[in-house]
């Protein structure tokens, strides 16, 4: 079992930045893919980011920038110039890494464990 918690959330101004950490417990994360995802006010969760176990490929949809520290059993989200439209409920998610494909998840289906989210606030 792997227990995820983020943090790092809260409220910036536009263009500023924030970091979300990721950490966990229970289990080493080197063998898992790292995602985060997010759910803005009355949308579906849609995935914003995936890290591969051993950290050498990601891929991010938009602007921000993913990385882990397997040695601290942690995964970060770095958040540059955030707009409004960033304003949602950050989760970060586990998923088993799939030693058959080169694919990195994208659908929440795909992962296994899931953190209870950090909000991020951008006003407008």
């Known amino acids: 079992q792997v227990q995820l918690v983020e943090s790092g959330g809260g409220l910036v101004q536009a263009g500023g930045s924030l970091r979300l950490s990721c950490a966990a417990s229970g289990r080493s994360l080197s063998t898992y893919d790292m995602g985060w995802f997010r759910q803005r006010p009355g949308k579906e969760r849609e995935f914003v980011a995936v890290?591969?176990?051993?950290g050498d490929r990601t891929y991010v949809k938009g602007r921000f920038t993913i990385s882990r520290d397997n040695a601290k059993n942690t995964v970060f989200l770095q958040m540059n110039n955030l707009k409004p439209e960033d304003t949602a409920v950050y989760y970060c998610?586990?998923?088993?890494?799939?030693?058959?494909?080169?694919?990195?998840?994208?659908?929440?289906?795909?992962?296994?464990?899931w953190g209870q989210g950090t909000q991020v606030t951008v006003p407008s």
């Open positions: 890290i591969s176990a051993s």
């Open positions: 998610a586990a998923g088993r890494q799939d030693p058959y494909t080169i694919d990195l998840p994208r659908r929440g289906g795909e992962y296994d464990y």
